[in-house]
């Protein structure tokens, strides 16, 4: 490495050189509204450096660039080598150290916005490391120009944030094997009848049980959500472009009766079926206009 690419280091065990950004103050409006870094850096390391907290009130994003990492989080232990990214919540305990005699790594500090309910999303289906290539690594390295530019703009910054975590959650997003696919077909051709998962599963002759798992896993919701998804976004059809009554159109849907239909639209949606029916009839009137 050449020094002059950055800060030398002779004080903090372990870190040989530090360059990049490092605290990023962002504005009110980002702090109530956005996704925001509050710091990132990068930096040449040795096996002497290593971090152990407790909690820290933010969400990290650490890019190996070279070398190697071990992580003790949740109760699990991986190494993290050159060409991946690390997710975790600083908010629980965690232990990082560098395992090869020199390591590069990049880091981000971020949070607001969604960054809770994205990192359960994605942790969920993916633990905590992810491939830093194509598409993911475009947008790693647009942050990072970002953040080391002269005036670093918030919501930029946000957009890039969102779009990384968004493309983590999309990688290698599971190809929906065939039997789920017809049991998909089956319930946007069925919707309208009494339908139980029981009868799907025996469709495509699988237990209920594991049924329910794998089309969930696929998915992302129960056989159950996605049969009231379907039934909703049938009423909605029905109700701004059919001549129906509220009555008709639950009996239409597939739902026990009225009042559960008024009851499961008004959940899903914030709206009454009328009220929903008025407002659309509403907009149409002033487009007339």
């Not at 065990?13 to 103050?25: D, E, N, P, Q, T």
């Not at 699990?76 to 629980?92: E, M, P, Q, T, Y």
């Not at 009231?228 to 109700?239: D, F, G, T």
Request: hydrophobic letters at 35%.
């Amino acid at each position: 490495m050449n020094p002059s690419d950055g800060v030398t280091i002779y004080n903090e065990s372990g870190i040989l050189l530090k360059r990049g950004a490092a605290f990023h103050v962002p504005s009110d409006f980002a702090i109530n509204n956005l996704f925001y870094t509050i710091w990132s850096n990068e930096y040449v390391c040795n096996q002497e450096y290593s971090v152990r907290r407790n909690f820290l009130e933010y969400y990290s994003i650490t890019q190996v660039l070279e070398g190697e990492m071990e992580f003790e989080y949740m109760g699990k232990n991986f190494k993290v080598s050159a060409g991946n990214l690390v997710l975790i919540d600083l908010r629980n305990p965690h232990f990082y150290r560098v395992t090869s005699p020199q390591c590069v790594k990049w880091e981000i500090l971020f949070r607001g916005n969604a960054s809770a309910a994205y990192y359960d999303l994605i942790t969920s289906h993916y633990g905590y490391v992810y491939k830093n290539q194509g598409r993911i690594a475009s947008i790693v390295n647009r942050i990072r120009e970002e953040l080391i530019s002269s005036f670093p703009d918030d919501h930029r910054i946000s957009f890039l944030i969102h779009e990384l975590l968004s493309n983590i959650q999309l990688q290698d997003h599971p190809v929906v094997p065939p039997i789920i696919e017809i049991a998909l077909e089956y319930i946007n051709k069925n919707y309208s009848q009494s339908l139980k998962i029981d009868d799907i599963a025996d469709y495509v002759n699988l237990s209920k049980h594991y049924f329910s798992r794998q089309f969930q896993a696929y998915t992302g919701y129960s056989p159950h959500d996605y049969l009231i998804y379907v039934r909703i976004l049938e009423a909605k059809e029905m109700l701004t472009e059919k001549r129906m009554s509220v009555a008709e159109v639950a009996e239409a849907c597939g739902f026990v009766n009225t009042s559960h239909f008024v009851r499961v639209f008004k959940e899903k949606t914030g709206q009454t079926p009328a009220s929903f029916r008025n407002f659309f009839n509403m907009l149409r009137d002033n487009v007339k206009k």
